[in-house]
């Protein structure tokens, strides 16, 4: 399944078994013409929100297009919450793959793409008073067989090769990501009530932001790309707690919808056009 080396990756920070790299950590990796392209012929790459979008206006192509035409999607039985990935490089070879084996959307490449062959990981805790703590960690990807760009090349360090691939910006919108997916299976319970009907409703929201520009009639001179993937996020948190709430889960389960000023759709509407 697309989600088991994830969830590997999971199993290892809630045991406290991934090794986690200093900014400072040395490492010894090059990409070279003997291997270019091999990562690319046949794996699995994760998508979030971020990565779809960044994609598909580098083509110039609806988010919903890009979603539809490169992209499946599984629900996850255990999290009850999908998981996105590129299906012609999970399927072999990725289609954006030149015939030198280079990319060509290299400058919007996916986050786990451009980071390779570091990961990051990232865990929400809570703490005695209830605030969330961030636990993140970058850790070294398992030798792929197919990857030679180990055996030689240039020593970098870790934050040499996250500036160097340009991906905080990434982690930002990831975070951003990743608490709401923490916060709808912990505090929602979302594995009790997911289904396809709401799927379909949280689409739009996390993969298609250019449909909801034009029904706001909002340019990115208007919201900025990065403001309004983060008004996307809180969008979705708003509408899985009031659906949370009508199944008896989350914060709002005994109060439903009562005291709510306006339709859950009029105050989505708020927070994607005002921030809040």
């Known amino acids: ?47 979030e929100p971020w990565d779809i979008e960044v994609m598909s206006r580098h083509l110039d192509m609806p988010g919903q297009k890009f979603f539809t035409t490169f992209c499946r999607m599984e629900l996850d039985p255990q999290a009850g919450w999908p998981a996105v990935w590129l299906a012609h490089a999970a399927e072999g070879p990725c289609t954006f793959m030149l015939e030198d084996g280079k990319c060509s959307i290299y400058p919007a490449r996916s986050g786990n793409c451009r980071t390779f062959p570091l990961g990051r990981a990232v865990r929400y805790l809570k703490e005695d008073h209830g605030d969330k703590v961030r636990d993140e960690r970058i850790f070294m990807v398992d030798r792929m067989q197919f990857c030679l760009g180990g055996r030689k090349g240039r020593t970098w360090t870790v934050k040499e090769w996250l500036d160097d691939a340009d991906v905080f910006t990434w982690y930002q919108m990831s975070d951003q990501y990743t608490e709401l997916v923490d916060y709808a299976m912990r505090e929602l319970a979302v594995r009790q009530w997911m ?19 034009k029904r706001l009639g909002a340019a990115a001179d208007d919201i900025t790309h990065e403001e309004f993937h983060r008004r996307r996020m809180e969008a979705v948190k708003l509408i899985l707690t009031d659906l949370a709430a009508g199944f008896g889960f989350g914060p709002r389960a005994d109060k439903g919808v009562a005291g709510n000023s306006g339709s859950l759709m009029e105050r989505v509407g708020k927070i994607l056009a005002q921030g809040k």
Do not use: W
């Open 195 to 213: 289904n396809d009907k709401v799927l379909r409703m949280i689409i739009p929201f996390l993969y298609a932001p250019d449909i909801l520009r």
């Open 1 to 47: 399944m697309a989600f088991d080396f994830q969830k590997g990756v999971l199993d290892k920070l809630e045991t406290d078994t991934l090794e986690a790299l200093g900014l400072d950590h040395g490492f010894e990796f090059s990409c070279n013409d003997e291997c270019m392209g091999r990562c690319c012929r046949k794996i699995t790459i994760l998508l």
